[in-house]
C-alpha cells in the first residue's frame, strides 16, 4: 500500500512541476485530491481495510492529501 502512496505523491509533484496556469492547477486539483480524485479513492477503500487497520491507514492517506495540498499551494504561490 505504502507504494501506491508514494506513485499517487510522485505523480502529483511531476505533474505540478509542468503547470503554467491556475486553471491547471484546478485540473490537478480535482485529480487527486477532488470528490473523484486518487486520495479520495483511498479513503474510499478503508471499507476494505481491516478495522484494527483503518486508523494507521486513515492517518496515512490524510497526512498523504495534506503534503499534496502544501504542493498545490506552493505552486498557486509561485503563480500569483
Do not use: C, H
Not at 15 to 34: H, P, Q
Request: glycine share 8%.
Amino acid at each position: 500500500m505504502q507504494e501506491k502512496f508514494n506513485q499517487i505523491r510522485q505523480s502529483a509533484i511531476e505533474s505540478l512541476n509542468g503547470v503554467t496556469t491556475m486553471r491547471e492547477i484546478g485540473e490537478l486539483r480535482a485529480k487527486y485530491v477532488g470528490k473523484s480524485g486518487e486520495v479520495t479513492s483511498l479513503l474510499r477503500s478503508m471499507k476494505d481495510i481491516p478495522n484494527d487497520q483503518k486508523a494507521s491507514f486513515g492517518k496515512m492517506v490524510n497526512d498523504l492529501k495534506d503534503e499534496i495540498m502544501g504542493y498545490f499551494n506552493v505552486k498557486e504561490a509561485e503563480l500569483k
